[in-house]
């Protein structure tokens, strides 16, 4: 139980295009969602907290109209990131809250030429 | 603010050993997460520690959550090669929110 999926799992585009990133909670339902992004040997970064129904919370230093968070249901979020930069090239990688636990999933590999 | 503080860094050993890393904070948590993730895929969660003072095994991986609760260890038993990945502690932010706090992650090679 407690799988959480993400689409596409590796994407290229060209600069100045928009990109969506789905997360899905595939065996539960999630009132939250977390967004992270991950530079090589590095630990995860939170981006933004997704609460189903309601508007995102970005951390500081995240442009929210850069990436934007979308929580339909209870079990999909969408992060789009808008007019991407080859510097937005990273690895995104979704959670799910369960309880006191999150489950990720399995990561966006993220490439703007 | 919170940080954990994971160490060591890197660890390299051979098959059949056992591996300790721990993870250490100044300020107290009530829930310690261990995850585990492998290359170009997302954190596995490995172990979820919710009791001070709490050893809780899974498998080969055996981590307790301190009694102080400011600090908490993941040892992993006759290593094999999967074992090979990185390893991050995390703890449930403060305040109420699910927001997790990281560590930085211990990097395992096992050498076969």
């Known amino acids: 139980g407690a799988v959480v999926s993400q689409h596409p799992s590796w994407v290229i585009c060209k600069s100045g295009t928009s990109v969506k990133i789905e997360c899905r909670s595939l065996d539960f339902q999630a009132t939250t969602m977390f967004w992270y992004r991950q530079f090589p040997k590095q630990s995860l970064m939170l981006m933004a907290t997704?609460?189903?129904?309601?508007?995102?919370?970005?951390e500081q230093g995240v442009e929210k109209d850069k990436f934007l968070i979308n929580h339909a249901s209870l079990t999909l979020s969408t992060l789009t990131v808008t007019s991407a930069h080859p510097e937005d090239s990273s690895f995104y990688i979704c959670?799910?809250?369960?309880?006191?636990?999150?489950?990720f999933g399995p990561g966006t590999r993220l490439t703007v030429t | 603010g919170q940080q954990l503080n994971q160490s060591p860094q890197s660890m390299f050993i051979q098959e059949g050993e056992d591996v300790s890393m721990n993870c250490t904070s100044s300020s107290i948590f009530n829930t310690w997460l261990w995850y585990k993730q492998d290359p170009g895929e997302g954190p596995v969660l490995l172990i979820a520690l919710y009791k001070a003072g709490e050893l809780t095994s899974n498998g080969r991986l055996t981590a307790q959550f301190g009694i102080t609760r400011k600090d908490s260890f993941l040892n992993i038993s006759a290593s094999i090669p999967s074992d090979v990945g990185i390893y991050f502690c995390a703890c449930l932010s403060q305040g109420g929110s699910e927001k997790l706090v990281f560590g930085k992650g211990t990097k395992l090679t096992v050498n076969p």
């Open positions: 997704s609460n189903e129904g309601s508007k995102a919370t970005y």
């Open positions: 959670s799910a809250s369960l309880t006191y636990e999150q489950y």
